[in-house]
């Protein structure tokens, strides 16, 4: 009998081109995702070299991280007020005009988030290597696909030859037992996942997700978990295939279609872990201690649940963690002991790749409706991650709830998640996000 493999095992395994005595493998590449910020290198290069895309068909470009989220200045993108952002986006549509490469700007109703359009236009599906010049592609392995971040210089590398060579990982399962109490979501759930590891204890490793609770999410939940295994320290982020992702495919434009659609799900079937399958780590997690949880320092593993208090640095007993939460807490003027629920904030932002869904606004609008921006809340921003869930929540009329109750109703893109763009914080003050990342000065300096 063959021996188990790991979904993992089974994505590596079969896009091997070559592979050398150390391990190093060169993996095939099925789908690139490109955006302005770290692709005018890679095809400079490809210029200079004079190459040009092997499978351009391959390649999906958007632009997400800084283009503009209101009406007013991103009717062209001459309007786009950012000399650099205006001109990496006049860039990359002239390289994708230039290379034959499917381009959805700011004009399209596809533009958004890459790692949100790629999965609802049929882009990612199972079984396939996905990558981009972006950290969070790891969002893209809740389909089963082996997906992960690259360098700029990778990027050209993977225009050019469809090709990357990689060192194989070490595989760690995460298993959720149980069911999610009321009022947790997968965000909370990832959230406890970082806080057990830590920021780095997931480096070196594909994780997979999975378990009961890892069943009843929805293929949103799940992008939501694989999009902050990298906030673990983990490149890959995975869960196997179920009936569930193949229902999210079906009728999606770059999914396979009609007589290709049963020969398809007949081979994604295959792409789960086998009962016995080898894990060179296991943590597993019982869902009932999950809790609504949120980071109060800036580091994503510096968590606590909302019915908590700010941690007090001196009853931690590692002098390095104890150091990181001291200069966090002066950073976030925050005092141990401080009741979480009793932080002022002044900003609010809904959005990102890792909660800017259509069962994320869902779920915002639902708690908002009938309610009131506090005064004390200067700016509070509703991003949808893409032109197709912004269309879709609106025809819910999800928009009109969140203007009503004081939200700003924004345009697609990555805005408030990173300073990249005008949606930015001042400096000193503090945003409940629902996005990944709490890093110093990420949301604008000294914010
Ligand atoms: C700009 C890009 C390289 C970066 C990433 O890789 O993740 C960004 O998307 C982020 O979230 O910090
Ligand atoms: S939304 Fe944020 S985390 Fe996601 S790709 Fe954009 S900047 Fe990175």
Same mark, same amino acid.
């Given at each position: 009998m063959d021996r188990p493999s790991s979904l993992f095992d089974k994505l590596w395994q079969s896009h091997v081109v070559h592979q050398d005595e150390d391990g190093t493998t060169l993996l095939y590449i099925d789908r690139h995702l490109v955006y302005e910020v770290t692709s005018p290198q890679a095809f400079e290069g490809l210029r200079l070299n004079g190459r040009s895309p092997r499978r351009p068909e391959t390649v999906i470009a958007t632009v997400d991280?800084?283009?503009?989220?209101?009406t007013k200045e991103r009717h062209s993108t001459d309007s786009i007020p950012d000399i650099l952002s205006r001109q990496q986006v006049k860039q990359l549509e002239k390289n994708c005009k230039e290379f034959n490469i499917n381009f959805f700007g700011l004009g399209s109703r596809n533009q958004g988030i890459i790692h949100v359009i790629g999965p609802e236009l049929g882009g990612t599906l199972p079984g396939m290597t996905v990558v981009a010049g972006d950290s969070h592609t790891s969002t893209h392995g809740a389909f089963g696909a082996l997906a992960f971040g690259v360098g700029t210089s990778d990027v050209e590398h993977v225009l050019a030859t469809q090709c990357l060579a990689m060192k194989p990982m070490k595989q760690m399962l995460v298993k959720i037992e149980g069911t999610l109490p009321f009022n947790t979501s997968a965000k909370d759930l990832i959230l406890t996942v970082i806080q057990r590891l830590g920021a780095g204890g997931g480096a070196g490793y594909a994780i997979e997700f999975d378990g009961p609770v890892i069943r009843q999410l929805s293929m949103e939940g799940r992008m939501t978990i694989c999009n902050m295994a990298i906030e673990a320290g983990a490149r890959v982020g995975l869960v196997s295939v179920d009936e569930k992702t193949i229902d999210y495919l079906r009728n999606r434009p770059y999914a396979p279609q009609k007589r290709y659609w049963d020969a398809a799900v007949t081979r994604w079937q295959s792409l789960v872990s086998d009962p016995e399958a080898h894990f060179d780590k296991t943590l597993v997690i019982e869902? #009932?201690?999950i809790r609504p949880m949120v980071t109060w320092g800036t580091s994503p593993d510096m968590v606590s649940s909302v019915d908590d208090v700010v941690p007090d640095p001196d009853d931690e007993v590692n002098p390095v963690k104890r150091e990181g939460m001291r200069r966090a807490l002066e950073y976030m003027k925050l005092l141990p002991?401080?009741?979480?629920?009793?932080i002022q904030i002044d900003k609010v932002f809904i959005g990102s790749c890792t909660n800017s869904r259509i069962e994320d606004l869902r779920a915002a609008a639902a708690i908002v409706a009938g309610k009131s921006v506090s005064p004390t809340v200067r700016q509070a921003l509703v991003v949808p991650g893409s032109g197709l869930v912004k269309e879709q929540a609106e025809a819910e009329g999800l928009d009109l709830i969140f203007k009503k109750s004081g939200f700003e109703w924004r345009e697609p893109g990555? #805005?408030?998640?990173?300073?990249?763009?005008?949606d930015r914080l001042a400096p000193g003050e503090r945003c409940a996000s629902t996005s990944n990342r709490n890093f110093e000065g990420r949301q604008g300096t000294g914010g």
């Open positions: 991280h800084n283009v503009p989220t209101t869902a #009932s201690t002991g401080t009741p979480i629920r009793s990555c #805005s408030m998640c990173l300073g990249m763009n005008d």
